[in-house]
């Protein structure tokens, strides 16, 4: 049998996922709790604590409880949509160079006295620069010595993979994108923007099944090339 504060977070979590309540509203009280559904102050605390360990529900001290303003409940996939075809994309490698920069290390999890690989590149549609890949790797994940034919690494994870046997593309990875107005000369000019044009700045974490950085690579996108798809699971 199903215990009564179980049956009763189950019946609260439909008022919040129904939208009875919206996040910021103030939530039943335990005294409501009580006198809803006629039982004791030990089980109306308990389901409001199960509901907010679960985080749908949080506490301020002195004034109640509310709903969580944290959409936990529900899953939302962020989709990069292409506008373009890729038949017409086209990559060149303008570098690859060993640098120890501490930000650079940080971000990968080394320590000050190793180095890694910076690898940049631009992609082209139908000549056009739209896509400016700064890509940072250990390097445990770099066949040395570096090939001098650049457009070996053209496709990093296709050489990663070659080399070592590892898909980044399965990989877990946490992605942020942000707009931002550059200034630098050098990114004005690899996607030839003009002064106070936008760019989609794209910074990305790769981690192997150990947990540890297999890529930091900061991209900046033109924003004519830019557009999200955004997806909310139903409850």
Known sequence: MIPKYEQIKQDLLSEIKNHKFIPGDKFYSEADIKRKYEVSSITAVK???????????????????????????????????????????????????????????????????????????VRYFDGTPFLLHFTHLPKTLVKEPVSNHLEDYSSVYERVNKDFGIDLYSMSSVETNEIIFPDESELLNALNLSFREPVVKQVKHTYLVDKSVAEYIVSYKHWKYFKTKIEVDAE
């Open 47 to 121: 389901a409001l604590n199960q509901l907010t360990s679960a985080g749908y529900l949080y506490r301020v001290q002195g004034k109640g409880t509310y709903v969580s303003k944290s959409k936990i409940s529900q899953n939302v996939k962020f989709s990069d949509i292409e506008l373009h075809s890729q038949d017409h994309e086209t990559v060149k490698v303008l570098s690859i160079k060993e640098e120890n920069e501490p930000s650079i290390l940080k971000e990968l999890g080394l320590t000050p006295d190793q180095s890694y690989y910076k690898i940049v590149r």
